[in-house]
């Protein structure tokens, strides 16, 4: 298995524009989660979904980001427009949804506001 | 509300010193505990876990044992390497949350040759 694979591995952008990050989860893994890692703040989870559902989403820090899962085998992350606070990794992570998984973690993007 | 909390680092060690990171968690219900490890510029992996009292995780020679008692997850190995150097993160993920993972803040480990 090729494991959790994000796009881009990197992303410079200018401050204001549009940037969106892309996922696709293990095949058969029916949780997917969105984590920021910042030095400040450590890992912090944005949102996961269940069967393309999304479940909890408290964690989207403000109206600027939004994430979809349109189906199974494809997420992505977007922010809109985007500020020079938003620069940290972005790490994708999917798991099958029962007790006791644990998740398995992609490359992670690492975004760069200008 | 459930949380990690991980002693702070960075720790830094000799090659071959004794290792302990110390991982202490609070939880309503009963929950799995995880230690992944982040090496530089790369995800976080997997590296032991536990799921019920008295488990004990192991991999690569670290070790954690599940102490619902003082509710901790220490992290320990014997003897460490250079190529050991990395963040180590204490994690749980509770039965209701299934896959969702809480993460403590992450320990820096650096091992000097």
């Known amino acids: 298995d090729a494991g959790v694979i994000q796009s881009p591995r990197h992303e410079v952008t200018e401050m204001g524009q549009e940037v969106t990050l892309r996922c696709k989860p293990i095949s058969g893994h029916n949780s997917l989660f969105w984590y920021r890692q910042t030095m400040m703040r450590g890992l912090e989870l944005l949102i996961y979904?269940?069967?393309?559902?999304?479940?909890?989403d408290s964690g989207m820090p403000e109206d600027r980001f939004s994430a979809k899962m349109p189906n199974a085998s494809f997420s992505t992350l977007k922010i809109q427009p985007s500020e020079p606070r938003d620069s940290a990794v972005y790490f994708c992570?999917?798991?099958?949804?029962?007790?006791?998984?644990?998740?398995?973690f992609g490359q992670g993007t690492r975004l760069t506001v200008v | 509300g459930d949380s990690v909390t991980q002693m702070e680092g960075p720790v830094t060690l000799s090659e071959e010193a004794c290792l302990t990171i110390?991982?202490?968690?609070?939880?309503?219900?009963?929950?799995?505990l995880f230690w992944y490890v982040q090496y530089p510029g790369e995800g976080l992996q997997l590296l032991l876990k536990a799921t019920k009292a008295d488990d004990k995780g192991s991999n690569k020679g670290f070790e954690a044992t599940y102490r619902k008692e003082t509710t901790s997850f220490h992290l320990e190995k014997g003897s460490v390497q250079v190529s050991d150097s990395a963040v180590y993160f204490c994690?749980?993920?509770?039965?209701?949350?299934?896959?969702?993972?809480?993460f403590g803040q992450g320990t820096t480990l650096q091992v000097k040759p």
């Open positions: 994690a749980l993920s509770l039965p209701s949350n299934t896959g969702k993972l809480i």
């Open positions: 992570a999917s798991s099958r949804r029962q007790v006791n998984t644990e998740a398995f």
């Open positions: 110390n991982c202490t968690y609070t939880a309503t219900g009963y929950p799995s």
């Open positions: 979904f269940n069967n393309n559902v999304p479940i909890d």
